[in-house]
């Protein structure tokens, strides 16, 4: 299951996954921890952002929505409503 919004943040040396309820904590957390990486974070495409599974998985959001999908974490009427517009990514919103 999915049990909460994560960025996987890459600086070049390190890897790093922080955590939160939705992504805007994830990425005031980063910017908590190191303020010169969270500007780098965000102006370039070294972050990624996804879900954290019960087994410590990062999934980004196209495999986070799928593994929701599977694990029925989403309910029937999001699921039509997303498959209408053809949409592939899971948003925190969608399970909270």
Known sequence: MIVCAALKIRDGIYEYTVCGLRHSDCYATLFDLNK????????SSAVIEGFLTTDNEFLD????????????????????DKGVKHETVLYSEDLY
């Open 61 to 80: 959001r196209y495999e986070a929505y799928e593994h929701a999908k599977a694990c029925g974490q989403i309910p029937a009427q999001l699921r039509y």
């Open 36 to 43: 010169e990486l969270s500007k780098k974070a965000r102006a």
